[in-house]
């Protein structure tokens, strides 16, 4: 089991000695909030192999925080590799221990932080879910990610994090006879964006509240999630929250030869991000967790910086084209695509980015014009001929995404993109009246069959 959030510097001495011991907790994140608490992660964590860091400043100490402060925290972040993750950091609107402006302030500077040192954040979010997600997406969040840390939201809200490449933890909350509303979110949760922590020494589960938390007892609250869940075991939310935690903190690479550029019939393919705001039935990611694509593991545990990717590319001229692909949705990288795509312009290459065509539900449709004459051809996956199938084959979050896609592909066309729009001849989805429409709305149609990845 993987404890993604836990301050093991305040737990009693007892409590912290037993919880290194337990052999059932593969890795565990402590986290530091403000200067003292930073540094005692950063010592434990360098102490034990299975522990690793998040550091940042919490909402309540915003009015102390200053912009030298915030370099502090940078170039700790850049030196040690203990540190997994930038938080946690947020807003605070129940308590107000700082100033609201002030808390958002020092949330902007360090969400830009974590997008210069590519790292993800840990979310720290109460009675302020609104101006929480809009920061987020204003200050471009969504090309890190990150973890909703002791997450208590909404669905809506739920959703809209999932969106913008969020993982949403649920601590011992979810144990609590009052939080029905709570577990109504995390039984709606999609399983691949899932986590458990404990926040210990805080929020005790409930067969021990009262008294002080400790990461062991995390299976407390795996338990509960395992009856929320169909058909799922103890051992399955175990092996599934910890995988996720795995992947979004970069904690290992299960032996698999990470994959940031890769070639396929002369075209050079850039796995831009491992991030996607939909969860189609017939991807191999979503059935399998199987990510190989034609010889290729396409998986990156951390998304790769612009000078990586440029300096993989090399001679853009070398390739027929040069492909945003991957197994996530480029788009939600758009300044990192836009960079990329620049460069490989200004070299005389050609440039092709495979969508989900969903950019507009977190991009106002201004963005695409800045993407004129960077970007050649845009392959938009539809896989429906209408709304009730798109929700069934896609699973998106929001209930106005094929809405989306067609206004995404009417855009593109209006200007003056190449639009190729395809489908997957996955069961249940009627490809000739798909075609009809595509055609309908004046793009290209491509026929893609099932199980033929790459």
Not at 106 to 124: C, D, K, S, T, Y
Not at 261 to 281: P, Q
Not at 332 to 352: D, M, P, Q, T
Request: charged share 30%; net charge neutral; aromatic share 10%.
């Amino acid at each position: 089991m993987v404890d993604t959030h836990c301050h093991l510097d305040l737990l009693r001495k007892e409590d912290f000695e037993e919880t290194l011991k337990d052999s059932s907790l593969e890795y565990l994140l402590t986290v530091g909030y403000d200067k003292k608490t930073i540094k005692n992660a950063l010592k434990i964590s360098e102490k034990h192999s299975h522990v690793f860091c998040a550091i940042g400043f919490h909402p309540h100490e915003a009015d102390k925080v200053k912009p030298e402060d915030v370099e502090w925290l940078k170039k700790l972040a850049e030196e040690n590799p203990k540190v997994r993750a930038i938080g946690e950091i947020g807003l605070d609107f129940y308590k107000n221990y700082s100033d609201r402006k002030k808390q958002e302030e020092v949330f902007r500077w360090q969400i830009n932080v974590a997008r210069e040192i590519g790292l993800p954040l840990v979310i720290h979010m109460r009675n302020a879910e609104e101006e929480t997600l809009r920061i987020l997406k204003e200050e471009k969040a969504y090309e890190v990610g990150g973890i909703m840390h002791c997450f208590t939201g909404s669905y809506e809200t739920m959703k809209k994090a999932v969106d913008l490449g969020f993982y949403i933890s649920y601590s011992g909350i979810i144990t609590y006879k009052n939080a029905e509303s709570v577990r109504e979110v995390a039984r709606k949760t999609p399983t691949t964006r899932l986590l458990l922590e404990t926040d210990s020494p805080f929020l005790a589960p409930q067969p021990v509240r009262g008294k002080p938390n400790k990461p062991p007892y995390i299976w407390h609250t795996a338990r509960v999630l395992a009856q929320l869940i169909p058909n799922t075991s103890l051992e399955d939310v175990d092996r599934m929250t910890s995988e996720n935690a795995k992947l979004i903190l970069n904690l290992e690479n299960n032996g698999k030869k990470e994959t940031i550029t890769y070639v396929i019939n002369n075209r050079l393919y850039i796995n831009l991000t491992n991030k996607c705001n939909l969860h189609c039935v017939f991807c191999q990611r979503e059935r399998e967790k199987n990510y190989m694509v034609k010889g290729y593991w396409v998986w990156v545990s951390r998304d790769p910086s612009v000078e990586e990717v440029i300096r993989e590319i090399g001679d853009p001229t070398r390739y027929e084209e040069v492909v945003f692909c991957g197994y996530g949705e480029p788009t939600l990288r758009f300044s990192a695509l836009k960079e990329i795509a620049k460069y490989v312009k200004s070299r005389g290459g050609k440039i092709r980015v495979d969508t989900n065509g969903l950019m507009f539900t977190f991009l106002p449709k201004e963005k695409l014009k800045e993407l004129k004459g960077l970007v050649d051809v845009w392959s938009v996956s539809l896989n429906a001929p209408d709304r009730e199938t798109y929700e069934k084959v896609c699973k998106p979050a929001q209930p106005d995404a094929f809405d989306k896609v067609l206004e995404f592909i009417k855009e593109a066309l209006k200007e003056g993109f190449d639009v190729v729009v395809s489908a997957v001849d996955y069961p249940g989805v009627d490809m000739k009246k798909t075609e009809e429409l595509v055609k309908k709305l004046g793009a290209k149609w491509k026929y893609r069959r099932f199980e033929v990845v790459g």
